[in-house]
Nanobody
Framework: QVNLVETGGGSAQPGGNLTLSCTASVPSSEGSCMAWFRQVIGEEREGVATSNTWEGVKFVADSVKGRFTVSRNNAKNILFLEMNDLKPEDSAMYFC??????????????????WGQGTQVTVSS
């Protein structure tokens, strides 16, 4: 059973930075896809970025390209999201997702059935 724990959320001013971490407790793995999503209450969950074990960064949403950087530590099963130049519209609950098949990386939320509890990011002045 895979358990995901996100940390690093909080408040920032516009133009500020935050880094999120997602640690996956995985019994054993031959590779995986891990992804970041975000969701505002009342809206659909939006894919932010994905990374798999063997290819690294796979997808990054246009809305965050050039500002957000996704990376992972495969040995420790940790996925990071470095968020720079934050904007108020980046405010959301950020979730980590996991798929046992590293080939299945996608920015579609329905492709994942393993999720973390989420961490809130609030950007305001």
């Amino acid at each position: 059973q895979v358990n995901l724990v996100e940390t690093g959320g909080g408040s920032a001013q516009p133009g500020g930075n935050l880094t999120l971490s997602c640690t996956a407790s995985v019994p054993s793995s031959e590779g995986s896809c891990m992804a970041w999503f975000r969701q505002v209450i009342g809206e659909e969950r939006e894919g932010v970025a994905t990374s798999n074990t063997w290819e690294g960064v796979k997808f990054v949403a246009d809305s965050v390209k050039g500002r957000f950087t996704v990376s992972r530590n495969n040995a420790k099963n940790i996925l990071f999201l470095e968020m720079n130049d934050l904007k108020p519209e980046d405010s959301a609950m950020y979730f980590c997702a996991y798929d046992h098949d590293w080939r299945r990386c996608s920015l579609l939320a329905e492709r994942y059935n393993i999720w973390g509890q989420g961490t809130q990011v609030t950007v305001s002045s």
